[in-house]
């Protein structure tokens, strides 16, 4: 016989990610059973090494850090033939990462970095940059995309 419906009980909507919301609701856990987590060590030439928990380097196989430097050449997204462009990177369900909005250029320069966790078995995974124009009162228009097979990236 079949299931029947809960009532009240709504589905879960598209953009939802089980997975990443497990996963989040485990690092809570961690962090409240060993506040200390993990441990990042500094040495005196500006250098760090982070240590993370064993639960961290179960779930995930690593950290990828990525430094966004410029975009050439972008397409014009605005009515006074400019954009207002930002990237989003993502890891395939490990981690996100959006940089600053630069306004009306074609030629932006961000000189941002950021580290995002790798999920386990990366030699399937994408890094993906996507770059989008911002928009105030209509949805973002996507300029570009890149993938990068995390593979390439490995040594």
């Given at each position: ?146 993938r990068v097979p995390l593979k390439d990236l490995m040594a």
């Amino acid at each position: 016989a079949a299931a029947e419906p809960v009532v009240g009980v709504e589905p879960l909507p598209p953009h939802f990610d089980l997975d990443t919301s497990i996963l989040l609701a485990g690092f809570a856990f961690e962090a409240y059973l060993s506040p200390e987590g993990g441990l990042l060590d500094s040495d005196v030439r500006g250098g760090s090494t982070s240590y993370l928990s064993p639960f961290v380097r179960e779930v995930f196989a690593g950290v990828l850090e990525v430094t966004v430097v410029k975009g050439d050449g972008l397409p014009k997204a605005d009515t006074f033939g400019l954009s207002d462009p930002y990237c989003i990177l993502s890891t395939g369900g490990g981690s996100s990462f959006r940089t600053q909005t630069k306004r009306l250029t074609l030629s932006p320069r961000w000189d941002e970095t950021t580290r995002l966790y790798v999920r386990r078995d990366p030699k399937h995974q994408m890094l993906t940059i996507r770059v989008l124009d911002e928009d105030f009162l209509d949805d973002d228009d996507l300029l570009g995309v890149i993938r990068v097979p995390l593979k390439d990236l490995m040594a």
